[in-house]
């Protein structure tokens, strides 16, 4: 059996790939209703994260012609990405698990050295407190990280620690 | 419905840790407490599967469009396989790349390496593997470049690679490095994965079959995606 190549930082330069279109999922016509997440990104000092390559991925609603649940954005002078995409609903976990809505957010930069993995989900939805990965968070604190506050009606905000007192729960993928 | 096959854990020393002390830029950036290991549900097992059409494909990195002439710098064909852990190849995966110039600078404004830059290169690739896993791109070779890592810090040649596979547990970014590079050793990127024959699978062989006479250097550099396996799930927790 072969082994996975490495991962290896995306560096400070990858912008050379970024297509800021990519970070509306509704860009191929997608309808459903239209929701924005954005969120700032900081260090283990507290010092904005600029150069980060932040990706999204939802498995709802369904894949289909019109949206293919993936985003990318880039974190912007302010630490700040954005995207706006279609609310997801809930999925299936394992057995007869539900999971609450969610969507999976990879975050990419130069002194990252492989793709660090949270979930982000919604202040308010339901679902919460029977989801399967939440539960395994005891820390009340640790797991408000990952449920994005609604700022206003369809608008959230998520903002991501990378390190120290406040750090997001990340995932062992 | 039953559930959806997960993804093996990688081998042990095969990835890199988020704290890599040689990496400085790192110091930051790590988690500071354990990750937290979930079950794959379809949220892991599934993951982007772009559309060529929508996504339109850049080969020939040598001519950018409008351009009136070809990159300068050594003309290069890269060709490889890509395939999961058991060997079964990923047809149809968008592969994206991105490199510095022949001389070693980025055609990115944060890039203030004094070197020049070629307008007539702008780094940027995208390309699908075939029904088969097989992909293939024309390039130049990129310049080794200095870093502010530590003093006299040069990064070896190479050429950045972002992969999807088939799930999103399976998202890859990596760097194609050239055999024989003498900077490898001194590398703490490279380095900052702990198996020294897991690194040699970043590193691209000349290939002098695929080598064009008369026209371009051929190297060969396949890619390995994780692979499923019916891995029992642990104990589920922070450890």
């Not at chain 1, 290896?8 to 016509?29: C, M, N, V």
């Not at chain 1, 150069?51 to 985003?71: K, L, M, N, R, Y």
């Not at chain 2, 830029?25 to 949220?43: E, I």
């Not at chain 2, 399976?170 to 590079?181: A, K, N, P």
Request: aromatic share 8%.
């Amino acid at each position: 059996m072969a082994h996975a190549t490495p991962s290896q930082t995306i560096g400070p330069y990858w912008h050379l790939l970024l297509e800021p279109s990519w970070a509306d999922l509704t860009r191929f016509g997608a309808t459903g209703e239209v929701i924005t997440l954005e969120g700032q990104i900081t260090d283990g000092a507290g010092a904005l994260v600029t150069d980060a390559c932040v990706e999204i991925w939802q498995t709802s609603p369904p894949i289909s012609e019109t949206f293919d649940g993936f985003g990318r954005s880039r974190t912007d002078m302010n630490g700040m990405f954005h995207f706006k995409t279609i609310r997801p609903g809930p999925t299936p976990g394992l057995g007869n698990a539900q999971q609450a809505p969610h969507l999976a957010l990879t975050i990419l930069a130069r002194g990252i050295t492989k793709a660090l993995m949270t979930r982000v989900y919604f202040e308010g939805d339901d679902g919460q407190d029977t989801d399967p990965v939440l539960n395994l968070i005891e820390d009340p604190k640790r797991r408000a990280t990952l449920i994005a506050k609604k700022t206003s009606e369809g608008s959230y905000r998520t903002d991501i620690c990378l390190q120290g007192p406040a750090e997001t729960v990340f995932l062992d993928v | 419905m039953s559930d959806p096959v997960p993804f093996r854990p990688y081998a042990a020393g095969s990835q890199p840790d988020y704290n890599a002390p040689t990496y400085g830029s790192t110091a930051l950036r790590h988690p500071s407490q354990p990750l937290l290991r979930v079950p794959h549900s379809l949220t892991e097992t599934t993951g982007p599967q772009h559309d060529a059409a929508r996504y339109p494909k850049r080969d020939m990195l040598t001519q950018v469009a409008g351009a009136p002439r070809e990159s300068m710098g050594q003309r290069i064909v890269v060709e490889g396989h890509v395939t999961d852990e058991d060997g079964r190849p990923v047809p149809n995966t968008m592969i994206e790349i991105w490199m510095a110039n022949a001389a070693g600078r980025y055609h990115h404004e944060g890039d203030q390496h004094d070197a020049p830059l070629d307008e007539h290169f702008d780094g940027a690739g995208r390309v699908f593997t075939d029904a088969n896993g097989h992909y293939r791109y024309v390039a130049i070779k990129p310049g080794a470049y200095p870093w502010r890592n530590h003093h006299n810090a040069w990064r070896p040649n190479h050429i950045h690679y972002s992969l999807f596979g088939a799930g999103f547990a399976s998202r890859l970014i990596t760097q194609m490095y050239f055999e024989g590079d003498p900077l490898l050793a001194l590398d703490p990127i490279y380095n900052s994965i702990p198996d020294p024959a897991a690194r040699l699978r970043m590193v691209a062989d000349l290939d002098i079959g695929l080598t064009e006479p008369e026209w371009a250097l051929g190297y060969r550099f396949n890619v390995v995606l994780r692979g499923r396996g019916a891995t029992p799930f642990e104990e589920p927790g922070e450890h």
